[in-house]
């Protein structure tokens, strides 16, 4: 009985544009428009309601336990400053060196806290979508840090010609430079950006994809007719709930290694070795 | 049967990344059982091999949904 009232939620799970839910889950279904905006022809999507909501929630947090800062802190102020001591120590003191680090520590602060934030939706239940499951997210963050490592860089170098000259190594004999240089042209312009969104999305795309096929797979065996599938439909569900626990910690680790690579692309441009 | 023959050449084409991330992490803790105060310095090599050769596998992923059907 419990289970039969449950049913319209499970199947609204996938959540697809259509409304029922479907077997396998396709790319199609993490698009999710909630609502058409009037005269645009644009939609307003589910992950642009977790972003918004990720923005909100971030400010109002930052805000509230940073306002009164106290040198015996209260337990807002400590959990942010846990966090914020782990970005300014682990990741931009050590890989950017205690010369330069400073500057950057804001914008890794805020990628961070925003990335994490924003994968733990996908596992936290009233949003369950990971907003950088959709790769236009990924995309512009991606754009802010390549925008920065390249202005770092060429002030550093004082202008673009120097810059560029100083990403082909040194000491190369002369035969092997039409090999090298597109290498390293394509490191710094192309791989870079490339692999540090497609990371993320991929990341978090495979991930929700996983926890969907398990939910909505034990659904589909559960609903099917034969008694036996009925009870495989316990070990899938039970797998969603681990796969759940592995989601949490491939989340967290995303958004690390995310500002792990931004601040090795910035250390990279400040060192000015190669 | 009915199927896709990509799903397979992607599940062929993770085996190098998988083969990879198992070294990186072997390596990491034969380091840290060697010299344990060591760990501190050697988490984040590990982890930015881990992503970097990770990210081929991502490729893949990207590749198999973008490819014709």
């Known amino acids: ?274 | 049967m009915s199927g896709n023959l990509n799903l397979v050449g992607y599940g062929l084409a993770a085996i190098g990344p998988a083969i990879a991330v198992g070294l990186i992490f072997a390596a990491y803790i034969n380091g840290v059982a060697r010299q344990p105060e060591a760990g501190s310095l050697l988490r984040p090599i590990a982890i930015l091999g881990f992503a970097l050769a990770e990210a081929l596998a991502i490729f893949g992923l990207v590749l198999f949904f973008i490819s014709p059907r």
């Open chain 1, 1 to 274: 009985m419990v289970l039969a009232a449950l049913s319209p939620v499970l199947s609204a799970l996938p959540m697809s544009g259509e409304g029922d839910g479907h077997f396998p889950p396709e790319p199609q279904d993490f698009w999710q428009p909630l609502f058409a905006i009037p005269g645009t022809g644009f939609y307003f999507t589910r992950s642009m309601a977790a972003i918004a909501i990720s923005a909100i929630l971030l400010s109002w947090w930052l805000v509230r336990t940073t306002r009164n800062v106290s040198v015996v802190p209260s337990r807002g102020q400590h959990y942010t400053e846990l966090v914020y001591n782990f970005i300014r120590n682990d990741i931009a003191k050590d890989s950017i060196g205690a010369k330069d680090f400073l500057r950057f520590v804001p914008l890794l602060f805020a990628l961070f806290v925003f990335i994490l934030l924003n994968n733990l939706f996908g596992i936290i239940p009233p949003i369950q979508m990971p907003t950088m499951s959709r790769v236009a997210y990924p995309i512009a963050l991606t754009a802010i840090v390549y925008v920065v490592y390249h202005w770092v860089g060429i002030k550093k170098h004082h202008g673009i010609v120097n810059y560029i000259k100083w990403m082909i190594p040194p000491g190369l004999p002369a035969w092997l430079l039409p090999l090298v240089v597109p290498l390293e042209l394509m490191t710094f312009f192309i791989n870079r950006p490339l692999t540090l969104a497609l990371r993320l999305f991929g990341n978090m795309f495979a991930g929700h994809m996983l926890l969907v096929v398990f939910i909505v797979g034990g659904w589909e065996l559960f609903t099917s007719d034969s008694i036996g599938l009925k009870f495989v439909a316990l070990p899938a569900w039970l797998m969603a709930v681990v796969m759940t626990l592995f989601e949490a910690l491939i989340q967290f680790l995303q958004a690390y290694v995310f500002v792990l690579l931004a601040a090795s692309y910035f250390s990279d441009a400040v060192s000015g070795e190669h």
